[in-house]
């Protein structure tokens, strides 16, 4: 399993949420046209330039620009959504923080290069952290 592998099944949500907007909603696909166009460029470019080891800085430039415009569409709809909404309805926002996180899967690879324990490890006690701070 690679990282570009994830990327395409995050990718796949993307696409059934793009075709469900369409049917359903045509006035807000956009908000799934360009985060999903985008990303599956730079898995595109990921998968070309596959065996460039020495082009790793320039695939962590690209895959980021590609990353640009969900985070512009998305970050600001989510804010909108929990002021609308209120913390009671919190859990509803996380979806699209989720769909959010499934365009930056492609950076989970870079970010757990250096050292690979590093990531989940951080995570799980960034979360336990949280877990006693809300009890």
């Known amino acids: ?11 796949l949500l993307w696409l059934l949420l793009l075709v ?9 696909s956009y908000l799934f046209v360009w985060p999903l166009l985008f990303t599956l460029l730079g898995i595109g470019y990921l998968l070309a ?10 695939k962590l430039a690209v895959i980021s620009v590609c990353a640009i415009p969900g985070i512009v569409l ?12 209120t913390l009671k309805n919190a859990h509803i926002v996380m979806i699209l923080v989720t769909l959010l996180f ?12 250096p050292n690979k324990w590093l990531f989940p490890g951080m ?5 336990l952290a949280l877990i006693f701070a809300a009890g």
């Open 74 to 85: 998305i970050a600001p709809l989510t804010y909108l959504i929990l002021a609308a909404l």
């Open 49 to 58: 330039v596959e065996g460039e080891i020495s082009a790793s800085v320039k």
């Open 123 to 127: 995570s799980a006690l960034t979360g």
């Open 20 to 28: 469900f907007s369409s049917i359903f909603l045509p006035g807000a």
């Open 102 to 113: 499934g365009l930056l899967i492609p950076h989970l690879s870079y970010m757990t290069a």
């Open 1 to 11: 399993m690679r990282v570009e592998n994830l990327a395409v099944g995050g990718a």
